[in-house]
């Protein structure tokens, strides 16, 4: 091997003659000293993560022995700590515990009124006074309340706490956010109602909703349909599939629901009268027939005219030709009634056919009080036909036209004492 020292053996690979590092062990050594020191950089102890500290009322699920135990804990308004837990075999049933645990957290089932707070009361009293008590809707009304302004404004507050100044911040908080006069109303009717029934179970001493003046507002000004409108209203929907249905209401001022859920069966053809018995609701945007109705009340017997029976007779037997279902109103695919697109497609088409100015389908009950009223019908005669709970309601309603009645009363009996 000649030349410099640098000069590579064509045989044997080595640099630098027999005294020099050859090439292959060149390229092992250098690939040892990477693997130990990844090797190295593997066994350094890792930085220890901080453990993320639950929250109030979160919950965990641990091996407890030979079982699975499922945990709670929670703080009350005093700040004093408070656990529950359930015990189970398999760790997918503790799971099922804690979410139970949750859930009774959230509606203060297992805490003592004095820590239960607002928010947890309100929605123990809705599940269990008010659900299944009263009809859906007052139900779902009910809840919308506590849920958007009731529970964000005082939820947390201490129950037993709760003070009529509270209340009134309440209120008053409601107002600067522009919440609506009968909205505000409405919150104060319900948290009234719900503390009465923590008075009367002995978990508050005094109801502080009682010193908290009711909210008041100016109520809509009713529109009822003039007799002309009636007429054109009528007379335009005699070509419309649910035109119908326009019909029955201005005859009878049933409500919307009661309509759209009233079967073949509820009617008799022969007696010239139907039965209301069931009504059609949307709690939550889900249609559904209840027969809860409104009020107890809303449950009655009315009278038909013949024109209304022979119209009826007219949508029967269109009904056969699509394919009669049980009830007498359905949609175009044979299902329950949406009011929305009722509304849409057939109520707001129907008024600007007549060129009429919107107003609500609820106008129509209006129209219908407004005339037999006018025409002097008693008072409690209308409120039974219109499943009202009273004739106090309806005389507190349409004491505008009772006024007009009374007028014609005295001149009616001014001419017959001459």
Same mark, same amino acid.
């Given at each position: 091997?000649?030349?410099?020292?640098?000069?590579?053996?064509?045989?044997?690979?080595?640099?630098?003659?027999?005294?020099?590092?050859?090439? $292959?062990?060149?390229?092992?050594?250098?690939?040892?000293?990477? %693997?130990?020191?990844?090797?190295?950089?593997?066994?350094?102890?890792?930085?220890?993560?901080?453990?993320?500290?639950?929250?109030?009322? @979160?919950?965990?699920?641990?091996?407890?022995?030979? *079982?699975?135990?499922?945990?709670?804990?929670?703080?009350?308004?005093?700040?004093?700590?408070?656990?529950?837990?359930?015990?189970?075999?398999?760790?997918?049933?503790?799971?099922?515990?804690? $979410?139970?645990?949750?859930?009774?957290?959230?509606?203060?089932?297992?805490?003592?009124?004095?820590?239960?707070?607002?928010?947890?009361?309100? $929605?123990?009293?809705?599940?269990?006074?008010?659900?299944?008590?009263?009809?859906?809707?007052?139900?779902?009304?009910? !809840?919308?309340?506590?849920?958007?302004?009731?529970?964000?404004?005082?939820?947390?507050?201490?129950?037993?706490?709760?003070?009529?100044?509270?209340?009134?911040?309440?209120?008053?908080?409601?107002?600067?956010? @522009?919440?609506?006069?009968?909205?505000?109303?409405?919150?104060?009717?319900?948290?009234?109602?719900?503390?009465?029934? #923590?008075?009367?179970?002995?978990?508050?001493?005094?109801?502080?909703?009682?010193?908290?003046?009711?909210?008041?507002?100016?109520? @809509?000004?009713?529109?009822?349909?003039?007799?002309?409108?009636?007429? #054109?209203?009528?007379?335009?929907? &005699?070509?419309? !599939?649910?035109?119908? #249905?326009?019909?029955?209401?201005?005859?009878?001022?049933?409500?919307?629901? &009661?309509?759209?859920?009233?079967?073949?069966?509820?009617?008799?053809? *022969?007696?010239?009268?139907?039965?209301?018995?069931?009504?059609?609701?949307?709690? =939550?945007?889900?249609?559904?027939?209840? &027969?809860?109705?409104?009020?107890?009340?809303?449950?009655?017997?009315?009278? %038909?005219?013949?024109?209304?029976?022979?119209?009826?007779?007219?949508? !029967?037997?269109?009904?056969?030709?699509?394919?009669?279902? @049980?009830?007498?109103?359905?949609?175009?695919?044979?299902?329950?009634? =949406? *009011?929305?697109?009722? =509304? +849409?497609?057939?109520?707001? +088409?129907?008024?600007?056919?007549?060129?009429?100015?919107? $107003?609500?389908?609820?106008?129509?009950?209006?129209?219908?009080?407004?005339?037999?009223?006018? #025409?002097?019908?008693?008072?409690?005669?209308?409120?039974?036909?219109?499943?009202?709970?009273?004739?106090?309601?309806?005389?507190?309603?349409?004491?505008?036209?009772?006024?007009?009645?009374?007028?014609?009363?005295?001149?009616?009996?001014?001419?017959?004492?001459?």
């Amino acid at each position: 091997m000649n030349g410099s020292t640098n000069a590579t053996c064509r045989t044997c690979g080595r640099l630098g003659g027999r005294s020099g590092l050859t090439r $292959r062990r060149f390229t092992n050594t250098l690939a040892w000293s990477l %693997l130990q020191t990844r090797k190295m950089k593997s066994e350094r102890p890792k930085r220890q993560q901080r453990k993320k500290q639950r929250g109030n009322g @979160e919950g965990s699920v641990f091996k407890d022995g030979t *079982k699975w135990r499922a945990m709670i804990t929670v703080y009350d308004a005093n700040g004093e700590l408070r656990r529950r837990s359930k015990v189970a075999k398999s760790k997918a049933d503790a799971n099922v515990f804690l $979410r139970e645990l949750q859930h009774d957290l959230a509606a203060g089932v297992g805490l003592p009124a004095d820590s239960m707070n607002v928010a947890q009361y309100m $929605r123990l009293w809705l599940s269990d006074v008010i659900q299944g008590e009263r009809a859906e809707n007052t139900y779902e009304s009910y !809840r919308l309340s506590i849920k958007n302004h009731i529970i964000p404004r005082i939820g947390r507050l201490k129950l037993s706490a709760l003070t009529s100044r509270n209340v009134l911040s309440m209120l008053a908080a409601m107002k600067r956010d @522009e919440v609506g006069g009968k909205t505000r109303q409405y919150a104060h009717t319900v948290l009234k109602t719900a503390l009465g029934r #923590a008075v009367a179970m002995g978990e508050i001493g005094k109801n502080p909703v009682d010193g908290v003046p009711r909210p008041q507002y100016q109520p @809509e000004e009713i529109h009822p349909f003039t007799q002309q409108q009636m007429r #054109a209203i009528i007379k335009e929907s &005699e070509g419309c !599939r649910l035109g119908s #249905a326009v019909l029955l209401a201005f005859a009878t001022g049933m409500r919307q629901g &009661e309509i759209f859920g009233l079967p073949w069966s509820s009617i008799d053809f *022969k007696m010239s009268r139907l039965d209301v018995k069931q009504q059609l609701i949307e709690p =939550r945007g889900m249609r559904k027939l209840t &027969e809860r109705l409104k009020t107890p009340t809303s449950r009655r017997t009315i009278e %038909l005219p013949a024109s209304i029976i022979a119209r009826m007779n007219q949508h !029967r037997a269109a009904s056969l030709k699509e394919g009669l279902q @049980e009830l007498v109103f359905v949609d175009t695919a044979g299902g329950l009634i =949406r *009011k929305s697109n009722f =509304r +849409r497609y057939v109520w707001v +088409r129907l008024l600007k056919d007549c060129g009429i100015e919107y $107003r609500g389908f609820h106008h129509i009950r209006h129209t219908y009080a407004t005339l037999q009223l006018t #025409a002097g019908v008693p008072a409690h005669i209308v409120a039974d036909v219109m499943g009202h709970k009273d004739a106090s309601t309806l005389l507190k309603v349409y004491a505008h036209v009772l006024e007009g009645v009374q007028s014609m009363a005295s001149d009616s009996i001014a001419k017959l004492l001459g």
